[in-house]
C-alpha cells in the first residue's frame, strides 16, 4: 500500500546534472526520513544523502559539496540535485523513507532504483 517511485536517472557526461525525484504514495500517516542510497557494480550500497521530517540533512563524504537533498513534504517526494557528476557517480540509485502508514506500522520503504551513468 506504500511505493516510492523514482525517477529521474540517465545518461550524462562527466561535469554535468541530474535530478533524481522520488515520489512516495500510498496509505501514509507520516513520513519520518528520507534518502538516497546507491550501488555500483561491485560495490556495497552506500548512503548518498539523508534529510529528516525537519529538514536536517547528510551527506556522504563522496558527494558531498556536488549533491543536495531537498524534499516536499505537501507531495510526498525528496529530491537529489546531483551537480558536477563524475564517472564514479555511475550507480543504481535507490530511494528510501522510513514511513508511518495509516494503521501507524512503521516501516523503512525502497524504491526499484534509477540508474545514472556519468560518462568520461
Known amino acids: 500500500q506504500v511505493q516510492l517511485v523514482e525517477s529521474g536517472g540517465g545518461l550524462v557526461q562527466a561535469g554535468g546534472s541530474l535530478r533524481l525525484s522520488c515520489a512516495a504514495s500510498?496509505?501514509?500517516?507520516?513520513?519520518?526520513?528520507m534518502g538516497w542510497y546507491r550501488q555500483a557494480p561491485g560495490k556495497q550500497r552506500e548512503s548518498v544523502a539523508e534529510v529528516t521530517s525537519t529538514g536536517s540533512t547528510n551527506y556522504g563524504a563522496s558527494v558531498k559539496g556536488r549533491f543536495t537533498i531537498s524534499r516536499d513534504n505537501a507531495k510526498n517526494t525528496v529530491y537529489l540535485q546531483m551537480n558536477s557528476l563524475k564517472p564514479e557517480d555511475t550507480a543504481v540509485y535507490y530511494c528510501n523513507a522510513q514511513i508511518i502508514t495509516i494503521s501507524y506500522a512503521q516501516t523503512y520503504y525502497w524504491g526499484q532504483g534509477t540508474q545514472v551513468t556519468v560518462s568520461s
Open positions: 500510498g496509505n501514509i500517516f507520516r513520513i519520518s526520513s
